[in-house]
Nanobody, 122 residues
Framework: QVQLVESGGGLVQPGGSLRLSCAVSRRIFTILGMAWYRQAPGKERELAAAISSGGTMYYGESVKGRFTISRDNAKNTVYLQMNSLKPENTAVYYC????????????????WGQGTQVTVSS
């Protein structure tokens, strides 16, 4: 079973930046798609960004142009660079591994990890 450890969250002012990291436990990382989802209080979990094993990237509409997903196969790690953050980006951010649909959403994925809290506030 793949284990995931998210890190990099915190408190940031509007307009600021954060970089999230997700370390994956197994070397099958290279054949898996990876995705960052987020869940705000009282809302459903939604896709923020995804990246296929071949490096194709997908983004949720609200984060396009501000967030960048990347992966380092040598380190079994996926990143989410978040710029120009807004208060509405406040959420717990989760990563997961699996297969990616054409719209970037994940399927055949494992259990969710603990996530990392991102709070955007002045």
């Amino acid at each position: 079973q793949v284990q995931l450890v998210e890190s990099g969250g915190g408190l940031v002012q509007p307009g600021g930046s954060l970089r999230l990291s997700c370390a994956v436990s197994r070397r099958i990382f290279t054949i898996l798609g990876m995705a960052w989802y987020r869940q705000a209080p009282g809302k459903e979990r939604e896709l923020a960004a995804a990246i296929s094993s071949g490096g194709t990237m997908y983004y949720g509409e609200s984060v396009k142009g501000r967030f960048t997903i990347s992966r380092d196969n040598a380190k079994n790690t996926v990143y989410l660079q978040m710029n120009s953050l807004k208060p509405e980006n406040t959420a717990v951010y989760y990563c997961n591994a699996g297969r990616i649909r054409r719209d970037g959403s994940l399927y055949e994925y494992g259990p969710w990890g603990q996530g990392t809290q991102v709070t955007v506030s002045s």
